[in-house]
């Protein structure tokens, strides 16, 4: 049964939602991360929520894996060149890149299912929300 729901929370300026619940309290390696998509609205947030996790997921890991995360958790936005897009794209593919945070063109660039999609403060109604998935 799918259930989606809806939480509005201020992401204005230097906060964003609450989003502890995508953390592991505890992460003994890459099979501890589902594979999400962080979708956003504007490259700024995009680029401090991958700060935020990647800061996070290196908290939460065990001594010696902090080097891993920053492959882990990745941005795709419209400024990174094409060759590094396609690059993020086969890793998650393959299973390399766990979180993904990324605007609206990941949207148009990825042609894989994706079960976890968190969006963060796209789209502001279920109408948009229904245009945004079948672009």
Not at 19 to 27: A, E, H, Q, R, S
Not at 72 to 80: G, Q, R
Request: aromatic letters at 8%; charged letters at 15%.
């Amino acid at each position: 049964m799918y259930c989606p729901q809806f939480v509005s929370q201020s992401i204005e300026g230097p906060t964003f939602p609450d989003l502890t619940w995508t953390l592991p309290n505890v992460m003994h390696g890459p099979q501890d991360l589902p594979q999400t998509l962080f979708t956003c609205n504007t490259i700024e947030k995009v680029t401090m929520l991958h700060c935020w996790l990647v800061t996070e997921l290196k908290y939460c890991s065990q001594h010696g894996r902090d080097g891993d995360v920053d492959k882990m958790v990745l941005p795709f936005h419209s400024l990174i060149n094409d060759g590094d897009q396609r690059a993020i794209l086969a890793g998650l593919e393959s299973g390399s890149v766990h979180y993904m945070v990324a605007t609206i063109c990941a949207n148009v660039r990825i042609d894989m299912t994706m079960v976890n999609v968190v969006c963060v403060n796209v789209p502001h109604s279920f109408e948009e929300m229904i245009q945004w998935g079948v672009v």
